[in-house]
């Protein structure tokens, strides 16, 4: 009667001893790693404030290099919407929705505080080019024509934030470049930036003011 006692105790023994061995070649195979490694590995939280400076970095670099002439874009847009985006390597981030980077050096006709009004050789006279300079400034149109989607955020919130971040900095660039916006009717000024076309049919009305979001706007004589 004692025999199959014997038999599961060494049992339970064998097993006992290879677990061990296991938890010992476990532990031997394990590479603990301290508070700070673990903190370089582990994914950085999302930062909108800092995505929007990499991108608006890389905008001041890139667009300018870019941009098509406005002279050229604008004409295109009234006659062909679908087939100036193709041509000029537009970027469409919603279906109907289209971002050109742009550039323009042009005389201000109209100035206030909150935006100037270009008159762009090339364009029609019935169409109001416009810069605007303080509420109008819009973020989201730098961080389109730049690529950030939607799907690059951890959601909605944060895309919106990049969008938001991008116009302080845009707010910013401004107000270090003009001093007094009234001064500059009647100066030239060149211009780069992004047009965005929204909700676009197949053609754009001559009449349609035409807002170019500012990445950097130099005065001229």
Do not use: C
């Not at 050789?121 to 109008?136: D, K, M, N, Y």
């Amino acid at each position: 009667m004692q025999r199959p006692h014997r038999k599961i105790s060494r049992t339970r023994l064998v097993a006992a001893v290879l677990l061990v061995a296991l938890v010992v070649a476990m532990v031997w195979n394990t590479k603990f790693l301290t508070p700070a490694e673990v903190a370089a590995i582990a994914p950085k939280p999302f930062d909108p404030a800092q995505t929007a400076a990499d991108l608006y970095g890389k905008a001041q670099q890139d667009l300018p290099n870019q941009a098509q002439p406005l002279s050229e874009v604008v004409p295109a847009v009234q006659n062909d919407v679908k087939a100036a985006a193709q041509k000029y390597k537009a970027v469409s981030p919603a279906e109907g929705s289209y971002v050109f980077p742009v550039t323009t050096k042009a005389k201000v006709v109209e100035a206030s505080d909150e935006s100037l009004q270009l008159q762009v050789e090339g364009v029609p006279s019935q169409t109001p080019v416009v810069i605007p300079l303080t509420t109008a400034v819009n973020g989201t149109v730098i961080r389109d024509v730049m690529g950030f989607k939607f799907a690059d955020a951890p959601g909605q919130t944060d895309y919106q934030y990049v969008g938001d971040e991008l116009k302080k900095l845009m707010l910013a660039e401004i107000n270090s470049s003009i001093d007094d916006p009234k001064s500059l009717k009647g100066k030239e000024v060149e211009v780069v930036g992004a047009l965005n076309i929204q909700g676009a049919g197949t053609s754009v009305p001559r009449a349609k003011p035409l807002n170019v979001q500012p990445i950097s706007i130099e005065v001229g004589s």
